[in-house]
T-cell receptor, first 117, second 115 residues
Framework: NAGVTQTPKFRVLKTGQSMTLLCAQDMNHEYMYWYRQDPGMGLRLIHY???????AKGEVPDGYNVSRLKKQNFLLGLESAAPSQTSVYFCASSFPPWVAGGRGTQYFGPGTRLTVL | GENVEQHPSTLSVQEGDSAVIKCTYSDSASNYFPWYKQELGKGPQLIIDIRSNVGEKKDQRIAVTLNKTAKHFSLHITETQPEDSAVYFC??????????????FGQGTILTVHP
C-alpha cells in the first residue's frame, strides 16, 4: 500500500514550457486534490476532483488544468509555465466527507518541487 | 468562506518542555479540525484531529482542544523531543452532507525543539 505517490519529485522548466504532474493513489479514494505550497502562505488548493471524470476549480486555478480519467490518477498540467508557478506541489486524496466517520481526512503525497526559470 | 489564522508562526522550545499552537476559524459551520505535521522535504501527515462534538482529544503526548463558542482550537505537545521539530498546520472543514467540504489551512508554525 503506497498511499499517494507523485512524479516527478523535482523539475526545472523554462518560461513557456509545458509539463504534467502525475498523482496516483491506491486507497480507493473518490476525492483528489492539487495544492501548491509557497513560503509563508501555507497550502492553497488549485483544483480538485470528486470522482472519475469530474474536476473543479479551487482557490488558485489560473494557469493550471487537470484531468481525472481514472479513479486512481489525477493529473496537473501547466500549458505555459511562468516563474510565478515556481512552488512545491502536493497531491492529496480522501474519501467523501460524509463517509469514513464523516471526516474526509486528506492524505498527502511527498510533493513535486518545480522551478520555472 | 472560511479563514483560519494560526499562531505563532515560529516556536522554539527546549527538549522536555511543552509546546502550544493556536488556531482560530471564522465559519461557525466548520465541524472537523485536523492537524498536520510536515517534516522537511515531505508532504503533510495527519497527526490528530477533532470533531466539533468533542471538546478535547488526546493521543499519547499530543492533545487537541476545541472551543466552539470562541471558534478556536489548539494543539498541545507535551515532553517535546527533537523529532517533534517540523512545520505544523491546523485546518478546518465542513465535513458531511453531499457537498464538497473545502479544507482551509492555517499558515503553519515552525516548531524547533532544542536538545
Amino acid at each position: 500500500n503506497a498511499g499517494v505517490t507523485q512524479t516527478p519529485k523535482f523539475r526545472v522548466l523554462k518560461t513557456g514550457q509545458s509539463m504534467t504532474l502525475l498523482c496516483a493513489q491506491d486507497m480507493n479514494h473518490e476525492y483528489m486534490y492539487w495544492y501548491r505550497q509557497d513560503p509563508g502562505m501555507g497550502l492553497r488548493l488549485i483544483h480538485y476532483s470528486v470522482g472519475e471524470g469530474t474536476t473543479a476549480k479551487g482557490e488558485v486555478p489560473d494557469g493550471y488544468n487537470v484531468s481525472r480519467l481514472k479513479k486512481q490518477n489525477f493529473l496537473l498540467g501547466l500549458e505555459s509555465a511562468a516563474p510565478s508557478q515556481t512552488s512545491v506541489y502536493f497531491c492529496a486524496s480522501s474519501f467523501p466527507p460524509w463517509v469514513a466517520g464523516g471526516r474526509g481526512t486528506q492524505y498527502f503525497g511527498p510533493g513535486t518541487r518545480l522551478t520555472v526559470l | 468562506g472560511e479563514n483560519v489564522e494560526q499562531h505563532p508562526s515560529t516556536l522554539s522550545v527546549q527538549e522536555g518542555d511543552s509546546a502550544v499552537i493556536k488556531c482560530t476559524y471564522s465559519d461557525s459551520a466548520s465541524n472537523y479540525f485536523p492537524w498536520y505535521k510536515q517534516e522537511l522535504g515531505k508532504g503533510p501527515q495527519l497527526i490528530i484531529d477533532i470533531r466539533s462534538n468533542v471538546g478535547e482529544k488526546k493521543d499519547q503526548r499530543i492533545a487537541v482542544t476545541l472551543n466552539k463558542t470562541a471558534k478556536h482550537f489548539s494543539l498541545h505537545i507535551t515532553e517535546t523531543q527533537p523529532e517533534d521539530s517540523a512545520v505544523y498546520f491546523c485546518a478546518a472543514i465542513l465535513a458531511g452532507g453531499t457537498s464538497y467540504g473545502k479544507l482551509t489551512f492555517g499558515q503553519g508554525t515552525i516548531l524547533t525543539v532544542h536538545p
